[in-house]
T-cell receptor, first 116, second 115 residues
C-alpha cells in the first residue's frame, strides 16, 4: 500500500500563469476527492469523482479551475490564470466506493501552491 | 447543511496532562463525525470516527471521543499528553446523510505540548 501521492509537493508560480497538479490514489480506490486548505483554515471540499465521472463540484471551484480523471485512476487539477488568492495547500483523498455508505478518505501529503 | 465549530484555535498542555479538544457540529441529518490529525507539511491522518454505533469511540495513539447528541458535541480527549501529540487537529462531519460524500471540516486546533 503506497498511499495517496501528489505531485509536485510545492509549486511557486507568478500571477496569471497556469498550473497543474497530479494525484495518484490508492490503486483499488474508485472515489477521488480534491480539497483546498488555506492558512489557518480547515480543508474545504472542491470536487469529487466516482471512477472517471465528476459527480460533485463546490461553488469554490470557479471556472478557472478544472479537474479531470480520464481513466478513473490518477486525477489532475488545473488552475488557469492563477491569482494570489489561489495560494493554498491542495489536498487529494481517495476511498473505496460503496453506495450509500461512508468509506474512509485517505489523504495525500498535498501540493502547496504559492502565487507571487 | 453541515458545519463544525472547534473552540480554541490553539491549546497548550503540559506533558502528561489531559488533552481536551472541543468540537461542536450542526447537521440536518444523523451525522458521521471524525477527528483528523495533521503534522507539519503532511496530509491528514484519521484518528477516529463515529458512524452511529457506539457513542464512545476509541482511536489511534490513545485518543478517544464521545458523541453527545443532546449537546451536538464530539470532543476529543487523551488522558496523558505526549510530546509527539503536538500537531493540528481537525474535526469533520460527513454529508453522507444529505447524499454527498464530502467532508466539512472545522478550522482546526493546534495542540502544543510543554515538556
Amino acid at each position: 500500500d503506497t498511499g495517496v501521492s501528489q505531485n509536485p509537493r510545492h509549486k511557486i508560480t507568478k500571477r496569471g500563469q497556469n498550473v497543474t497538479f497530479r494525484c495518484d490514489p490508492i490503486s483499488e480506490h474508485n472515489r477521488l476527492y480534491w480539497y483546498r486548505q488555506t492558512l489557518g483554515q480547515g480543508p474545504e471540499f472542491l470536487t469529487y469523482f466516482q471512477n472517471e465521472a465528476q459527480l460533485e463540484k463546490s461553488r469554490l471551484l470557479s471556472d478557472r479551475f478544472s479537474a479531470e480523471r480520464p481513466k478513473g485512476s490518477f486525477s489532475t487539477l488545473e488552475i488557469q490564470r492563477t491569482e494570489q488568492g489561489d495560494s493554498a495547500m491542495y489536498l487529494c483523498a481517495s476511498s473505496t466506493g460503496t453506495s450509500g455508505m461512508y468509506n474512509e478518505q485517505f489523504f495525500g501529503p498535498g501540493t502547496r501552491l504559492t502565487v507571487l | 447543511a453541515q458545519s463544525v465549530t472547534q473552540l480554541g484555535s490553539h491549546v497548550s498542555v503540559s506533558e502528561g496532562a489531559l488533552v481536551l479538544l472541543r468540537c461542536n457540529y450542526s447537521s440536518s441529518v444523523p451525522p458521521y463525525l471524525f477527528w483528523y490529525v495533521q503534522y507539519p507539511n503532511q496530509g491528514l491522518q484519521l484518528l477516529l470516527k463515529y458512524t452511529s454505533a457506539a457513542t464512545l469511540v476509541k482511536g489511534i495513539n490513545g485518543f478517544e471521543a464521545e458523541f453527545k447528541k443532546s449537546e451536538t458535541s464530539f470532543h476529543l480527549t487523551k488522558p496523558s499528553a505526549h510530546m509527539s501529540d503536538a500537531a493540528e487537529y481537525f474535526c469533520a462531519v460527513s454529508s453522507l446523510g444529505a447524499g454527498s460524500y464530502q467532508l466539512t471540516f472545522g478550522k482546526g486546533t493546534k495542540l502544543s505540548v510543554i515538556p
